[in-house]
């Protein structure tokens, strides 16, 4: 895995996890959620876990580029970024990389190795949505499975970058097959019911809701409430 940037065709652009997740503070507050990711799911060697939303706008790519570096940057776990957010790919411009990955992956044309590029931030890889994946309904389940059961056997974390469950509910496919569901809400502009209904759609689906990272609050820096549903 370590050979990956060798192989890309686009060198990334110096990520900088301080200025990423806004400052030190912040870090600790991601930290705080990790904690709460972790004694929720002590049993797991690696968790593998779905960042997700109701509506559109309610900040999933900025907890999941958060959490990842804090995880890789701050607590040394060896960390996998999975955009499949079809509403809002934007994984590899936060990380200054090619946007090929997942599509190209799962279609047989990119080896694992070229599609999950290793970042800047030691023990963080990404892998970009790719060029053709524009709606998960699309997505071959088996593969993605597979591809899941792969990244399990060599990270500590896998972070799914989800479009919102509420008007993508496609993406409802992907609860079985992860360990949790992460709802990330806006603070002050989601109504209660509205969040419900999501976890009644993942329940359905056979995922399990974790809980919920309570986004965008108006402070300076940004503070994050992690609490069961």
Same mark, same amino acid.
């Given at each position: 895995?370590?050979? /990956?940037?060798?192989?890309?065709?686009?060198? !990334?652009?110096?990520?900088? !996890?301080?200025?990423?997740?806004?400052?030190?503070?912040?870090?600790?507050?991601?930290? &705080?959620?990790i904690g709460q990711i972790e004694i929720a799911l002590p049993q797991h060697s690696s968790r593998v876990l779905l960042i997700s939303s109701s509506i559109r706008g309610e900040g999933t790519t900025e907890v999941v580029v958060g959490? &990842?570096?804090?995880? /890789?940057?701050?607590? &040394?776990?060896?960390? /996998?970024? #999975?955009?499949?957010?079809?509403?809002?790919?934007? #994984?590899?411009r936060r990380f200054g990389v090619s946007d090929v990955g997942l599509d190209e992956h799962l279609k047989g044309r990119l080896s694992l190795e070229r599609a999950l590029l290793n970042t800047t931030v030691h023990n963080l890889y990404v892998m970009p949505l790719g060029a053709g994946l524009t709606s998960l309904a699309s997505l071959d389940r088996g593969d993605f499975q597979a591809l899941v059961a792969k990244l399990r056997e060599t990270f500590d974390y896998v972070l799914i970058d989800s479009p919102a469950l509420g008007v993508n509910p496609e993406a409802s496919m992907l609860c079985d097959m992860v360990d949790s569901v992460v709802l990330v809400v806006r603070h002050g502009g989601t109504r209660r019911e509205v969040v419900r209904r999501t976890k009644d759609l993942v329940e359905r689906a056979g995922g399990r809701i974790l809980g919920v990272v309570l986004n965008k609050r108006k402070f300076p820096i940004p503070e994050f409430l992690y609490k069961r549903l």
């Open positions: 895995m370590e050979s /990956a940037n060798e192989k890309s065709t686009e060198e !990334p652009r110096k990520t900088d !996890p301080a200025h990423t997740v806004r400052d030190q503070d912040a870090f600790h507050y991601y930290r &705080g959620l959490l &990842g570096l804090t995880l /890789a940057a701050a607590m &040394g776990r060896k960390t /996998a970024v #999975i955009d499949c957010n079809t509403t809002n790919p934007d #994984i590899h």
